[in-house]
């Protein structure tokens, strides 16, 4: 691929996430002949809601993380597999670690977040979270480790009770059979505290079914290699507890991913302050969009979802600007929330439904896999689903 023979400079879009595959999309449907380059340090987008379902063999890697090389030959846009190290916002170039300089039109942020291990000393050293798919192949030889052998007795600990501690511990004590117990710890009084409250319901009855211990109005103070402290957060009480653990699983907070051309970019929060239209007042030409932004005018939850109906939306603003026409601004429209509780089972709240159950569970498979980027992606993955005779016939015994 000669970067150097395309008819026009190309728009560019860093980080094939949610959102920068939203944009990508939404970009090439309105498609006025430029040339559109999506840079990523990875060679797979991972679908993150269906990794639970990766981890218990309910889906295949094909359908949670496809490789960007086929979506970027179904779809027609450029990939590169490469780490950008600087983006010159004067002269519109993005710059890459194998020193490719691409000369941009208009460029797209969506670099996402990741686990942060910050909070205490030495905690990257003990610690795995759930963002990626290095995280989902030491989690999954663990739980493969846990049912082969006698010598795992200690509970395992989850930091942080909102939808990934919650939907991880499920389905982890699902896999593991209650061979050993898990804590669920979080400093705040209640699980989900962001959820819709049918959800958090529906995640409390299948907490109190599981061997799962929740230690609420409480923090993680200290780890080390086989034990970590407890601190209440109640003033009150100030109680204290150590535990010999076996694994501390972290999804009590996350960051923006590690890229130092985004440092000037970063407010003291450690987010990108953006307009209305998703860019900053200082570059028109560059757009942000997904987990790394913060709207001061009109916050929005960081999600999926969100993510990508920014991609979306600034796709629309890029085609405007281009054309000469007004820009649009972001609107966040909730589509509701859906939640896996273990091995087929979920909650969902939202598309005019309440529901739980394995019946909610395979709604909310079809749901994800009718959203994976690309139309052949799309329908072999939900044909997957629809022409399985135990889903089939699961569907038919529960509508009797």
């Not at 179904?74 to 780490?83: A, K, N, Y």
């Not at 990934?164 to 705040?188: F, H, M, P, Q």
């Not at 003291?268 to 005018?297: L, R, S």
């Amino acid at each position: 691929m000669d970067l150097n023979n395309l008819k026009s400079e190309p728009i560019v879009v860093v980080g094939g996430g949610f959102g920068g595959l939203a944009t990508v999309q939404a970009l090439l449907a309105k498609s006025d002949g430029t040339s559109v380059i999506l840079i990523d340090e990875g060679n797979r987008f991972v679908f993150k809601p269906l990794l639970y379902e990766l981890l218990s063999g309910e889906l295949q890697l094909w359908e949670v993380a496809p490789q960007y090389s086929d979506l970027a030959s179904e779809l027609g846009f450029i990939f590169l597999q490469e780490c950008v190290v600087e983006i010159d916002e004067e002269a519109k170039k993005v710059i890459t670690s194998s020193e490719i300089e691409i000369t941009y039109s208009q460029l797209v942020i969506s670099t996402g977040v990741t686990t942060n291990y910050s909070f205490l000393d030495n905690l990257q050293d003990y610690a795995c979270g759930f963002s990626n798919l290095n995280d989902f192949r030491i989690i999954k030889n663990l739980i493969i480790k846990i049912n082969n052998s006698s010598e795992y007795t200690n509970p395992i600990v989850i930091a942080g009770a909102g939808p990934t501690g919650v939907e991880l511990a499920c389905k982890i004590s699902d896999l593991i059979k209650d061979r050993v117990e898990i804590y669920l710890v979080d400093k705040g009084n209640k699980i989900l505290p962001n959820c819709k409250s049918f959800n958090r319901e529906k995640a409390i009855e299948s907490i109190g079914k599981r061997n799962i211990r929740v230690y609420l109005d409480y923090c993680i103070k200290s780890v080390g290699k086989t034990f970590l402290e407890l601190y209440s957060t109640d003033n009150e009480t100030k109680n204290f507890i150590k535990i010999d653990y076996s694994t501390l699983l972290w999804t009590a907070g996350l960051k923006p991913s590690k890229s130092k051309f985004l440092d000037h970019f970063l407010n003291e929060n450690q987010k990108i302050k953006v307009n209305e239209f998703m860019q900053m007042d200082e570059y028109k030409n560059i757009f942000f969009v997904g987990d790394i932004t913060f709207c001061e005018n009109a916050p929005f939850p960081s999600s999926a979802q969100v993510a990508m109906q920014q991609g979306s939306l600034v796709a629309k603003n890029i085609i405007s600007l281009r054309n000469g026409n007004e820009l649009q601004p972001f609107k966040f429209e909730d589509l509701g929330e859906m939640l896996s509780l273990g091995i087929g089972n979920a909650s969902i709240t939202g598309y005019g439904i309440t529901l739980a159950g394995s019946l909610a569970f395979e709604i909310r498979r079809f749901a994800y896999l009718m959203r994976m980027p690309g139309f052949l992606l799309s329908f072999k993955s939900s044909g997957s689903w629809l022409f399985s005779k135990k889903i089939i016939n699961r569907l038919f015994s529960q509508s009797a």
